[in-house]
C-alpha cells in the first residue's frame, strides 16, 4: 500500500497536514454480499484492522473490523456463509480529504478507531486513514528535508 505522506521529504508543518496528505489512496474495500471469509482474507495477508464495506458506486455504508469477525466466530456462525452486510458496522465514522490530521487524531482516540474511511461529499471512498499513516505524517514534518547535492549559478 502506498500512503501519500511516503512521498513527502520532510520540513512539512504537521498542523496543516489533511486526511489528503495522509490517507491511503489504494484501498481494499468490498460489497455488502461479500462472504466474511473473503473479509478474512484480506484483514490478515493485508495486515488491516477493518476494511470498508461499499454499495454500488463505492458510497462507504459501513465497515468489517477484526472485532465483528472475531464476534461472528465466537456466535459459531461459518464465516463462508455470512455476508459483510450481516456482520458490518452501519454507518461508520468516516472523515472528508479537508479533515485536519489533529482532528482525526481527537476522533480515532475518542472513538478508539485504528482507520477511517475517507470520503468525498457524496460519501464515494477515495481513501483510508490509519492511525500509523497520522504517525508517519508527524515522522515527516519532523525530519530535515534532504540537502540538495549540487550548487546552482
Known amino acids: 500500500m502506498t500512503r501519500r505522506v511516503d512521498f513527502m521529504l520532510g520540513g512539512e508543518d504537521f498542523t496543516k497536514m489533511t486526511a489528503g496528505h495522509v490517507m491511503q ?3 481494499y ?7 466474511v471469509v473473503d473479509l478474512l482474507s484480506a484483514i490478515t ?8 464495506i461499499a454499495k454500488e458506486g463505492d458510497i462507504v455504508v459501513g465497515i468489517v473490523s477484526e472485532y465483528d469477525i472475531l464476534n461472528a466466530i465466537q456466535s459459531g456462525k461459518d464465516l463462508g456463509k455470512v455476508t ?3 456482520i458490518m458496522t452501519k454507518d461508520p465514522i468516516a472523515v472528508p480529504e ?3 490530521a ?4 481527537a476522533i ?12 468525498d461529499r457524496k460519501g ?3 481513501g483510508i486513514v490509519a492511525r500509523r499513516d497520522i504517525l508517519m505524517g508527524y515522522l515527516r514534518s519532523v525530519e530535515s528535508p534532504p540537502r540538495m547535492a549540487f550548487n546552482l549559478l
Open 25 to 27: 489512496s489504494e484501498v
Open 45 to 52: 495477508m493485508g495486515g488491516f484492522g477493518s476494511v470498508p
Open 124 to 126: 464515494v471512498l477515495i
Open 102 to 105: 489533529k482532528e482525526i487524531i
Open 98 to 100: 479537508e479533515m485536519s
Open 29 to 35: 474495500y468490498f460489497s455488502e454480499d461479500a462472504p
Open 84 to 86: 459483510a452486510k450481516e
Open 108 to 119: 480515532l482516540q475518542s472513538k478508539h478507531l485504528i482507520r477511517v474511511p475517507v470520503v
